[in-house]
């Protein structure tokens, strides 16, 4: 926070568990309650500022899931083991999010059709591209997931829509 910022005082009660998390965090050298709490509220602002954005909310999203793919490619290192399928659920699952979060601010009613269905669209596609991803990694006897064998009787269902979709297209219309 700029120190040249004009501040407004507040008060306010916290419970006990919230003081102690607080007190326990290190925000680039606060060391007050009140310079915490001044840097809680900035961040938050910020946050919500700038996710508005597809780019940007793909990027956050990204961040905040960095900790957790992390530990994953360490544990995997250490296992010698590796998943496609935590790879592209990873890649493909904080855009479908962030596209979501994007659309917060519909547009003037006379276009708020085709919002919905840009909206729906882009969502399908993303959707699509994990159902498909996921149906590639159970091409092989042995999926490229930490459980060789996790796909086994998983994609049965979508087979058979598939193949009832496929029947429909096909079949001559009444």
């Known amino acids: 926070m700029n ?40 961040f938050f602002r910020q946050y919500h500022e700038h996710f508005g954005t597809y780019a940007e909310g793909v990027e956050e999203l990204n961040r905040i899931g960095e900790p957790a793919r992390k ?45 919905l269905l840009e909206t729906e669209e882009k969502l399908l596609s993303i959707l699509l591209r994990v159902i498909e991803q996921t149906l590639r990694l159970g091409l092989t006897r042995e999926a490229p997931t930490y459980n060789p064998r996790l796909l086994d009787d998983k994609l049965e269902t979508i087979s058979e829509l598939v193949g009832l979709i496929s029947e429909r297209d096909h079949s001559p219309n009444p």
């Open 3 to 42: 120190d040249t910022t004009k501040t407004v005082p507040i008060s306010g009660r916290i419970s006990q568990d919230d003081y102690e998390f607080l007190m326990q965090q290190s925000f680039g050298g606060k060391v007050t309650a009140s310079e915490k709490l001044r840097f809680v509220a900035s």
């Open 71 to 115: 530990n994953l490619r360490q544990l995997e290192m250490k296992q010698k083991v590796h998943s496609d399928l935590i790879d592209m659920a990873a890649h493909l699952l904080p855009q479908a999010i962030a596209y979501l979060a994007s659309r917060q601010d519909p547009p003037a009613d006379k276009e708020e059709l085709p919002y």
